[in-house]
């Protein structure tokens, strides 16, 4: 989402979204990202029952539970449409976050780690989207940015780069994961 920093009236470019446009895109890819982040985790933890991970991938589980509820909140309040995609982040996360599990714990922690760096970016390029009438989303925004950057932080102590094929497995999760935001912003 580079195509509007800190949007005015002033400095929008022919095809740059208004500030409500970008206000609604920014809620939607949000929202669509936190409720495929839970995905992922209720696939892991499917998984990963019985085994010593478990505990920590539950804990960032929880913390995604209250990204997602914030975004639902906001996308009442602030009207904002959800992704048409919705099925297919239901279905996609689960099987992203079974399918690494099934790779074994490190792998787990190797689909946490891809994931989260994609949305340290994304949530970092929002921030500077966002004007200065925006501060609550902002803050919002920049508070998650740092949890999921401690997710990121918890996957590599728990081994993620020790998962087998982690450059090319991380590779892939990252095109996905940024494929995924393109279509939510726009679907």
């Not at 804990?59 to 997602?68: F, N, S, V």
């Not at 990121?152 to 728990?158: C, V």
Request: hydrophobic share 40%.
């Amino acid at each position: 989402m580079n195509e509007a920093p800190n949007l005015t009236a002033g400095d929008r470019l022919p095809g740059d979204p208004s500030k409500a446009q970008l206000i609604d895109r920014i809620i939607r890819v949000d929202h669509a990202g936190e409720y495929g982040a839970k995905r992922i985790y209720e696939g892991q933890l499917a998984m990963l029952k019985g085994k010593p991970e478990a505990a920590v991938v539950r804990r960032m589980y929880e913390q995604e539970l209250e990204h997602l509820k914030e975004f639902e909140r906001l996308m009442v309040e602030r009207r904002a449409r959800p992704s048409a995609l919705y099925p297919i982040w239901h279905v996609a996360g689960f099987a992203l976050g079974a399918a690494t599990a099934l790779l074994g714990p490190k792998a787990a922690m190797a689909c946490t780690v891809a994931v989260e760096e994609v949305i340290d970016e994304h949530y970092r390029a929002q921030g500077e989207q966002l004007g200065t009438d925006e501060q609550p989303l902002q803050a919002t925004i920049e508070k998650f940015r740092a949890e999921e950057e401690h997710h990121r932080d918890t996957g590599l102590a728990h081994g993620a780069e020790q998962a087998a094929g982690y450059p090319v497995l991380s590779a892939a999760i990252k095109a996905g994961s940024r494929l995924a935001i393109w279509l939510a912003e726009r679907v």
